[in-house]
């Protein structure tokens, strides 16, 4: 049989352990999302870059084509994609959890790009597709699109659901006034605070 020392030894062992778990955890944390950070600037980087090369390259400013313009803005949106990342990674070291609506956004923003490159070989002077290949990028095109609608919806009701749940959470504060020495009434005064703090009060007397 165990004695409680025992147990309080025990206890003190497995608090030290998910102590240092949890440091090792935040640490991986913090050097992913330093590498995020490196691979953000990279791609930034590489985005101005060739975009300037681009310019360039062409003999003014205006010879630049609708190809040029579209991989610069998926450039950007990749940046942006990682920065979503960098969010979720980042609200877990803030708060010790993640949420969903980050990895919608990247999604949203991943059929964004899958369009603007669809719009982006179709938009190149005389690029002819074959009728088989013609209709799978339509058929991409129309998937991209159904996805970030479903998406956005998604983000919308989720919006919805935690909007309401803040609005039904409520505060609940009791006082007790404590009864005369000879023989008085119990008074209960009940305070409750809404998140729009709205307060309501309430007293109950029992006899």
Same mark, same amino acid.
């Given at each position: ?16 352990? +998910?102590? +240092? ?9 913090? @050097? ?70 980050? @990895? ?104």
């Amino acid at each position: 049989m165990s004695t409680p020392s025992v147990k309080k030894t025990d206890k003190k062992k497995g608090d030290v352990i +998910v102590w +240092v778990f949890g440091i090792l955890d935040r640490g991986v944390y913090i @050097f992913i999302g330093l590498a995020f950070i490196l691979a953000a600037a990279l791609a930034l980087f590489l985005s101005f870059s060739n975009l300037v090369q681009n310019i360039l390259h062409n003999a003014t400013f205006y010879d630049l084509t609708a190809q040029n313009v579209l991989d610069f803005v998926s450039d950007l949106l990749l940046v942006l994609i990682i920065m979503e990342v960098l969010g979720t990674i980042r609200s877990y070291l803030q708060e010790g959890d993640t949420t969903v609506k980050p @990895f919608l956004f990247i999604g949203i923003i991943s059929a964004t790009r899958g369009i603007l490159s669809i719009g982006a070989l179709l938009s190149i002077p005389g690029e002819s597709l074959k009728a088989d290949e013609f209709t799978r990028k339509m058929i991409e095109l129309g998937i991209d699109a159904v996805i970030i609608v479903a998406l956005g919806i998604t983000i919308r009701v989720l919006g919805k659901l935690a909007s309401d749940k803040e609005d039904e959470t409520e505060t609940v504060k009791q006082t007790i006034i404590e009864a005369p020495a000879a023989g008085g009434h119990l008074t209960v005064a009940t305070t409750v605070t809404s998140p729009h703090h709205h307060e309501a009060g309430a007293s109950e007397t029992v006899g």
